[in-house]
């Protein structure tokens, strides 16, 4: 390992260290330290090795964070960590983060908090305006339509 890949190993062990990331996130920032190719490969691989970079964990961590702090839906979850190339298993893993209970309370609610910020008086475009509301953080049309049968 030459002195200019043990510098990057360094300076990317620092940089998953500081919170999680991906391998595109390493790979990105080791291309604008110049550092490309093989020797990228060599320290992401060293990275996993030494445990600094692990997808699976990142994935769990990114879903139960988006889900908890922004109240964010498993579909716009899904999208972003699939945007950040996790796929497969570590998505899988990400997604069972979220409990089936957790879920359908945070929506119902999102939408309780929501309803009493909107001023209408008509029932259908407050009904209207929460569906969209919803579906706009990433919740599932089916269960958005659920909570909100189950409130009238």
């Keep these: 390992m030459t002195e200019s890949i043990k510098d990057a190993l360094r300076k990317a062990a620092m ?3 500081y919170q999680e990331r991906t391998q595109q996130d390493v790979r990105d920032r080791l291309k604008e330290w110049g550092v490309w190719g093989d ?3 060599e320290v992401i691989a060293e990275l996993i090795q030494q445990n600094y970079l692990n997808e699976e964990r990142f ?3 990114f ?3 988006k889900f908890r702090v922004k109240g964010w839906g498993k579909r716009k979850i899904k999208q972003h960590l699939q945007q950040r190339g ?3 298993y570590n998505l899988d893993q990400a997604m069972k983060e979220i409990a089936p209970d957790d879920y359908r309370t945070t929506l119902a609610d999102l939408l309780d908090k929501k309803r009493r910020t909107l001023r209408d008086d008509n029932p259908l475009v407050i009904k209207q305006k929460l569906v969209r509301y919803a579906l706009s953080k990433g919740y599932e049309s089916d269960m958005v339509w ?3 049968g189950s409130e009238d």
């Design 15 to 17: 940089f998953c260290a």
């Design 146 to 148: 659920q909570v909100l």
């Design 59 to 61: 994935a769990k961590s």
């Design 39 to 41: 020797d990228a490969e």
């Design 86 to 88: 996790i796929t497969g």
């Design 63 to 65: 879903a139960g964070g």
